[in-house]
């Protein structure tokens, strides 16, 4: 009898496990394979809402937990937390001698994780890569990731060409799409009534989802930028705001706290939730009218149900964005100019037709059935374009 294929993937935050729960459970749910869960980050955190609990809630077993984030979240503290990852890492990596390690996006989070796989040689399978974020160092980290995986899953070819670009050969980049594409498929739906209950507040029309982190290479100070953001909510008093907490990043406490204390002087028509969950985060986005800031989630799951989304400065940068996608500086006049076009009936008019640049879902799937059949151990050779080889 062989033994199983152990996958262990690595999750740090909400809505990156929010992306890999259909790949956790297709694994989980194959005999042929063996599910490992390290989880880490912000899921260990009361700040964030201590999110594993929501993990071991949805039937996993999660196998390792990792403490790696310091209560200081400056750009020191932010590096210092890498560090502990690598040390957690390299003890618990060793202890699970895992097959595969699949890990997702570009937080510094996965960095460690992949720095010690590398050195143990533990085989990495990276989901989205390729992809670019100029306003924020997630963009180096993700392509520093690309070089020490074995295996890319890529949500759109334009992201396929450039990890081959990064020298890694075509056979070993797969575009399948992006996999948060999967819960829109599969999602139970809350009603507007049912998601009023569950947070405990009233819905009126036009709501505003608002997700803004700190963009890490911003043009100004995340806590400059916020504050042109909430000056542009305040030009639409009849709106009902939902934010939802920014990530553990640099400067991301200030955010926090900048936005309860706005929510707090408006709380007739606005909330903040440390986390929704996914299947009421959808939800939510499914009934708002408008989703604001510069998440990632606002590029790729928002154009599938056809909602207007204001992207605000440049954290996305670089990414492909939909018909649905109005881009917006920094700037109070900018946004405001922005989810006025969002409301416009002009626009509106067009969103029926937005088309989803991130493929159509069923990514997991083949991500799981390529990971069971990958051939293991081969060592990578550099793909150089010019020569082809």
């Not at 008093?237 to 706005?262: C, E, H, K």
């Not at 204001?310 to 649905?324: E, F, H, M, P, W």
């Not at 640049?357 to 990958?374: A, E, I, Q």
Request: proline content about 3%; some cysteine.
């Amino acid at each position: 009898m062989t033994s199983k294929r152990k996958i262990c993937i690595v999750t740090g935050s909400r809505a990156e496990y929010g992306l890999l729960y259909w790949l956790m459970k297709e694994v989980s749910d194959d005999t042929d394979l063996q599910l490992q869960i390290i989880a880490t980050g912000m899921h260990l955190s009361p700040e964030f809402g201590l999110t594993f609990q929501q993990i071991e809630a949805d039937g996993f077993t999660i196998d390792a937990k990792i403490e790696m984030l310091l209560s200081s979240d400056s750009p020191v503290g932010i590096a210092k937390s890498m560090g502990v990852g690598v040390i957690g890492f390299a003890d618990v990596l060793a202890r699970l001698k895992p097959d595969i390690l699949v890990v997702l996006g570009d937080r510094f989070e996965m960095l460690a994780a992949a720095q010690v796989a590398l050195v143990l040689r533990i085989p990495i399978a990276h989901i989205h890569g390729g992809e670019t974020t100029e306003g924020a160092f997630d963009e180096g980290i993700r392509h520093a990731i690309t070089k020490m995986a074995q295996w890319h899953f890529v949500a759109a070819e334009p992201y396929r060409k450039r990890v081959i670009q990064l020298g890694e050969t075509s056979d070993r980049v797969f575009n399948f799409g992006a996999p948060g594409l999967d819960y829109i498929q599969r999602l139970e739906w809350m009603n507007r009534s049912s998601l009023e209950k569950s947070l405990a507040f009233k819905l009126a029309t036009p709501v505003f989802l608002v997700t803004y982190h700190s963009a890490t290479l911003g043009q100004q100070e995340p806590i400059g930028a916020m504050n042109e953001l909430l000056a542009a909510l305040d030009e639409f008093s009849d709106a009902t705001v939902v934010f939802t907490y920014p990530n553990a990043d640099t400067g991301g406490r200030g955010l926090i706290a900048r936005l309860n204390q706005w929510v707090a002087a408006n709380k007739h028509r606005a909330t903040a939730c440390a986390s929704l969950g996914q299947q009421r985060y959808l939800s939510l986005m499914r009934e708002s009218d408008v989703i604001l800031g510069n998440s990632s989630s606002a590029l790729t799951e928002a154009p599938v149900l056809k909602k207007a989304t204001v992207n605000i400065g440049d954290r996305q940068k670089g990414r492909l964005k939909a018909t649905s996608v109005i881009d917006a500086e920094e700037t109070k006049d900018a946004i405001a100019g922005a989810i006025r076009k969002a409301l416009s009936e002009d626009f509106r008019a067009g969103l029926p037709a937005t088309k989803s640049l991130y493929g159509s879902g069923n990514v997991s799937r083949r991500v799981k059935n390529t990971l069971k059949v990958v051939s293991m151990g081969q060592q990578k050779s550099f793909f150089d374009i010019e020569h082809g080889h």
